[in-house]
C-alpha cells in the first residue's frame, strides 16, 4: 500500500533476492494489497511493485484484495463485481493456469468458492477442463485460502478455510485430477 508501508523493508529485501537469484515463475499466493476491496489504489500499487521484480510472475487473490464470499464474509467486504474488475484491471485474472518446467500450475480465486456468483460457476468449469487437458504432467494448484484446517470434514466458521459447503467438490476435482500440490497463502 502506498499509504501503509508497513512491509516496505522486506519487500525491498525480497525484491534484491529475486534479482539475485530470479525464479522460473514467482506465484503470488494472496493478499498482494493492504486494502483492496476499499482502496483500489492499493492494488494498482501492488501490481506495479510486482512487475518492477522483472520475472515472471502471476497472482491469485486474497480477501485483502478482492473481498470474500458473500455468506462468510467476516470483514464486510464480500466480494463482488466492482472488486474483481478492478482485479483483473490491475493485477490480471482471477483464475488461470500456467505450464511451468514440466509443472501444469493453477490459480484459483477461493473468495469465489460458497459465493454463488456467476464467476463461481465459471471458475469450476475452468478447474475441471484445466484438470482435464493437463497432457499427464503432475498439478500445483494455488489457492489463497487453505482447504481446512485440521481435518477435510471440520466447520469452517467463516473465511478461516475453504467453505466447508464447497470443499468437497474442490479436494475431489483434486484428487481425480492429478493434483501433487495445493499451496495456500492467507
Not at 46 to 55: F, G, I, N, S, Y
Not at 97 to 106: F, P
Request: hydrophobic share 40%.
Amino acid at each position: 500500500s502506498p499509504s501503509h508501508a508497513y512491509f516496505a523493508v522486506n519487500w525491498s529485501a525480497f525484491r534484491e533476492a529475486m534479482s539475485a537469484s530470479p525464479p522460473d515463475m514467482l506465484v503470488h499466493g494472496g493478499d498482494l494489497s493492504f486494502n483492496g476491496p476499499a482502496v483500489e489504489g492499493d492494488l494498482a500499487f501492488a501490481a506495479a511493485e510486482m512487475r518492477r521484480l522483472d520475472v515472471p510472475w502471476a497472482a491469485i487473490p486474497g480477501n485483502h484484495d478482492i473481498g470474500e464470499a458473500p455468506p462468510f464474509a467476516r470483514l464486510e467486504q464480500p466480494i463482488n463485481a466492482a472488486r474483481m474488475q478492478a482485479w483483473r484491471r490491475h493485477v490480471g485474472p482471477q483464475w488461470w493456469q500456467r505450464e511451468v518446467a514440466g509443472w501444469h500450475l493453477i490459480g484459483l480465486d477461493t473468495a469465489l468458492m460458497g459465493s454463488g456468483l456467476e464467476e463461481e460457476r465459471e471458475q469450476w468449469a475452468f478447474l475441471e477442463q484445466s484438470l482435464a487437458h493437463r497432457d499427464g504432467h503432475p498439478v500445483m494448484v494455488f489457492v489463497h485460502i487453505p482447504p481446512f484446517e485440521r481435518t477435510a470434514d471440520e466447520e469452517s466458521p467463516g473465511t478461516a478455510c475453504i467453505p466447508k459447503p464447497v470443499r468437497g467438490h474442490f479436494l475431489e476435482a483434486c484428487a481425480t485430477g492429478g493434483v501433487q500440490v495445493i499451496a495456500c497463502g492467507h
